[in-house]
């Protein structure tokens, strides 16, 4: 005779689901500590440029701004499990993307760090750009990364003649673009760390 399992098959109630629809639940958003630095971080409003100049002297100044940082405070960091040894760079004065990272400032509140951002002065170099991934592996596509667009291959599996099964199928089906969208996990708030 089997034993009667309690947790396999079953459908047990999560142990914090009546905190979380009665909003007793405390997440990092609502804890408040006194005391605490508030960051923001401005991102870059082009695609692809260069950082020629940037000047936070008028930021650093504004009363309650603790720290501004830049590419030049944030060194590159080698890694190959990741990135196939390209650098992951907090910040660079190279920008890939809307939004890269080009300054980050640390303030006594958030509106504080809000103001210091409109502050932070910078001369970009707008680079060609490409937005499609079959363009970005033209050899006429503009560089995004030292090195070229593509960045890695997981081989191929190759298996058969592929001549002869041409030549035996009944219909043959050619088509380009064909592609899978990348699957990201459905996250429900924002990302938010405290550190004390």
Request: aromatic share 8%; glycine share 8%; net charge negative.
């Given at each position: ?93 190279h920008l890939r993307y809307v939004g890269d990272y080009v300054a980050a400032v640390a303030a006594e509140t958030t509106e504080i760090a809000n103001e ?81």
């Amino acid at each position: 005779m089997a034993e009667e399992l309690k947790i396999v098959g079953a459908s047990p109630p999560r142990r914090e689901s009546r905190d979380i629809v009665t909003g007793k639940a405390k997440y990092a958003a609502n804890i408040k500590y006194s005391g605490v630095l508030h960051g923001k971080i401005l991102g870059s409003p082009y695609p692809h440029a260069l950082v020629k100049k940037i000047d936070v002297s008028k930021a650093s100044a504004l009363p309650g701004v603790k720290a501004v940082i830049t590419y030049k405070d944030a060194p590159s960091v080698s890694t190959h499990e990741f990135f196939w040894g390209r650098p992951i760079c907090i910040m660079d004065k190279h920008l890939r993307y809307v939004g890269d990272y080009v300054a980050a400032v640390a303030a006594e509140t958030t509106e504080i760090a809000n103001e210091a951002l409109k502050l932070v002065d910078v001369e970009y170099e707008i680079l060609p750009a490409v937005f499609d991934t079959e363009e970005a592996m033209k050899a006429e596509a503009p560089e995004i990364f030292d090195g070229g667009n593509l960045l890695n291959t997981y081989g191929s599996a190759d298996w058969g003649d592929i001549d002869e099964g041409f030549r035996e199928a009944d219909v043959i089906v050619e088509e380009d673009g064909i592609s899978t969208p990348i699957q990201p996990h459905s996250a429900l708030q924002p990302s938010i760390c405290i550190a004390e």
